[in-house]
């Protein structure tokens, strides 16, 4: 008959408490591979429900993205729409208005490279990637001027890709609108 010490007993103990950590650490491991290859082939599988496109090849050509679309317009249900293009090293139009009070839809493309889209002191923030439209909307409640830089490293003159937004009296707005199809502060 063989009798354990207390010691062996103790030892005997702490070899099954680490194994069951080690099985509950391999566990979650497991379960976390699990779940991100879900997420991987979930999110594969169903691509966002609303990407638009946009050929930047032919974006001067036609469509949407034309010269004589860019800017600001006044749509008939009272909303406003800016399209604007982002390009090595400038936004097209530079200078965008836009009416206090009222939704505003930005609806922005990139005609080369990579751009971020940024309106100092709110929390608009886009990412501008060549053939896709970046949609976002905002309402701005005061008037006064807002600087609009590239804030994804383009190239070699990215420092100089500054816009500006200047956001003005909803009934000036209506009457400039009112004169001309698109509005922008550049002339």
């Not at 062996?8 to 194994?19: N, P, S």
């Not at 991100?36 to 999110?43: D, E, G, V």
């Not at 940024?118 to 006064?144: C, H, K, Q, W």
């Amino acid at each position: 008959m063989t009798h354990l010490s207390t010691s062996d007993e103790g030892a005997d103990h702490g070899e099954q408490t680490e194994r069951r950590w080690a099985a509950v650490a391999v566990a979650i491991l497991v379960l976390l591979v699990v779940m991100a290859t879900f997420a991987a082939l979930y999110h594969g599988a169903m691509p966002q429900s609303r990407v638009e496109t946009a050929d930047p090849r032919t974006l001067h050509l036609g469509g949407e993205f034309i010269e004589s679309n860019l800017g600001s317009a006044l749509e008939p249900d009272g909303t406003v729409t800016v399209r604007f293009i982002g390009q090595q090293y400038s936004f097209t139009p530079s200078c965008i208005l836009v009416p206090t009070d009222t939704p505003v839809t930005f609806r922005v493309t990139s005609a080369d490279v990579v751009h971020g889209f940024l309106i100092d002191g709110t929390n608009i923030n886009l990412m501008l990637v060549p053939g896709y439209i970046s949609s976002l909307g905002a309402r701005f409640e005061t008037p006064g001027e807002r600087l609009m830089p590239c804030h994804e490293f383009c190239s070699v003159g990215h420092e100089g890709m500054w816009g500006r937004i200047k956001i003005i009296d909803k009934a000036a707005f209506s009457r400039m609108a009112a004169e001309r199809r698109r509005l922008s502060c550049v002339e």
